[in-house]
């Protein structure tokens, strides 16, 4: 009965570099969502994607970061030339249902990403 | 765009007393509101949840209560334990959102022995 997967936990790149967050959802889930969250601070929504499609992107900085979520494999999170500012515990979670979202989601562990 | 806040930010309480938590949102079309417990380091739990068509909601010592028409909810824990201290966020969602989490900016509660 796994829940929702996220790796790396933890990750520490300098500034300039690539991170890549990767999520799997809990099994039969197709809805992802990926949330932000500052230290000391609530979670913000960034995206929520279906298998092969962005649905909304409202939440996401309009440069550096881009997600997707195959047809196989993990939905990925990716952020380019990394800022000390990117540094916080990014979040997936996914929703039950297969046809359309439910409200109820599940959260993974988190990546923690520390920008050096 | 949906807009949630949450008071108190922090809260300490003695052991076995009851904490209250109250949270409002900006948009009527809300129809979903989750409350997460989060311990330091951790993932979100979600601890209770209600829906637009019901007023109360009950589960051992929580409890959430929904007004609709002043457009606030609140998380009651009675009894508290230790093990209650955490940080504990409320949320709202509705369907032309995407279901997307709106969150509040959490609270932290202290359970004093």
């Known amino acids: 009965n796994a829940g929702v997967m996220q790796n790396p936990r933890h990750l520490v790149r300098r500034r300039g570099q690539e991170a890549r967050l990767r999520c799997s959802p809990m099994?039969?889930?197709?809805?992802v969502y990926w949330y932000r969250q500052l230290p000391e601070e609530g979670l913000k929504f960034m995206v929520y994607?279906?298998?092969?499609?962005?649905?909304?992107e409202s939440g996401m900085p309009k440069e550096r970061f881009s997600a997707e979520f195959p047809k196989e494999g993990p939905s990925i999170l990716r952020i380019q030339q990394v800022v000390r500012g990117d540094s916080a515990a990014y979040f997936c979670?996914?929703?039950?249902?297969?046809?359309?979202?439910?409200?109820?989601?599940?959260f993974g562990p988190g990546t923690r990403l520390t920008v050096t | 765009g949906e807009n949630v806040e949450q008071h108190p930010s922090t809260l300490s309480v003695q052991e076995g007393d009851s904490a209250v938590i109250k949270c409002t949102y900006s948009?009527?079309?809300?129809?979903?509101f989750p409350w997460y417990k989060q311990e330091l380091g951790k993932r979100p739990q979600l601890i209770i949840d209600?829906?637009?068509?019901?007023g109360e909601k009950k589960d051992q010592r929580i409890a959430v209560t929904l007004n609709k028409t002043a457009k606030h909810f609140s998380l009651h824990i009675t009894e508290t334990q230790p093990e209650d201290s955490a940080v504990y966020f409320c949320?709202?969602?509705?369907?032309?959102?995407?279901?997307?989490?709106?969150f509040g900016s959490g609270t932290r509660l202290l359970v004093r022995p």
């Open positions: 949320a709202a969602s509705w369907m032309d959102s995407s279901y997307k989490l709106i």
């Open positions: 948009d009527s079309a809300s129809n979903y």
């Open positions: 209600i829906r637009s068509n019901v």
């Open positions: 994607l279906q298998k092969e499609n962005i649905i909304d």
């Open positions: 979670a996914s929703s039950p249902q297969t046809g359309s979202p439910s409200y109820e989601q599940y």
């Open positions: 099994k039969g889930h197709s809805h």
